[in-house]
């Protein structure tokens, strides 16, 4: 018969802890507003959108997904996509070390996905060829550094300039 008064008593407290935490909160969102920390917030004053007559439940996700540009594709289009843009992702790393790893890790993503169930369209995209990504991004890198170097001297180069040609003979 004691535990039942020991149960009440918790519950009890629990219901005070409950209430006192809820007037906390009261008094933190009051002093908040009396410093005017709510004051020029984004969308003050608007309506809210996305709720018209027809209720969309997952509207805030729709909005998160079309402000931070998520897309969301089936693996199989993601992997294709990511095998179209993997040469202009390597182009901006600058060790091997960095490419060697992000093309296992492509390739990694890509068998994993041939087995798994299909969702949507199917799996066409292959691994790559680790050491052949890494020997063409070898050469892009060698061809900028060729291109970099060439505009520097051709910008380093002293231009001709017109009227200085002769002027041993004009002293004659």
Not at 25 to 45: T, Y
Not at 102 to 113: H, K, L, Q, S, Y
């Amino acid at each position: 018969m004691e535990e039942q008064p020991d149960r009440r008593a918790e519950k009890a407290a629990a219901r005070a802890r409950i209430e006192q935490q809820q007037t906390w909160v009261d008094v933190q969102v009051r002093q908040a507003m009396e410093r005017g920390e709510f004051d020029h917030l984004p969308g003050a004053g608007k309506p809210l959108e996305g709720l018209g007559e027809t209720h969309d439940p997952d509207w805030w996700v729709k909005r998160l997904v079309e402000r931070e540009r998520i897309a969301v594709l089936p693996p199989a289009l993601q992997l294709r996509k990511d095998d179209a843009e993997l040469d202009g992702a390597l182009d901006r790393m600058g060790s091997e070390r960095e490419v060697r790893a992000f093309v296992e890790d492509f390739n990694a993503r890509v068998i994993r996905a041939r087995y798994t169930p299909v969702d949507g369209p199917p799996l066409i995209t292959m691994p790559r060829d680790v050491d052949a990504t890494v020997a063409a991004w070898r050469e892009r890198q060698d061809a900028r550094r060729a291109a970099r170097a060439a505009e520097v001297s051709a910008a380093a180069a002293p231009t001709p300039r017109a009227g200085r040609r002769g002027w041993l003979r004009r002293r004659r």
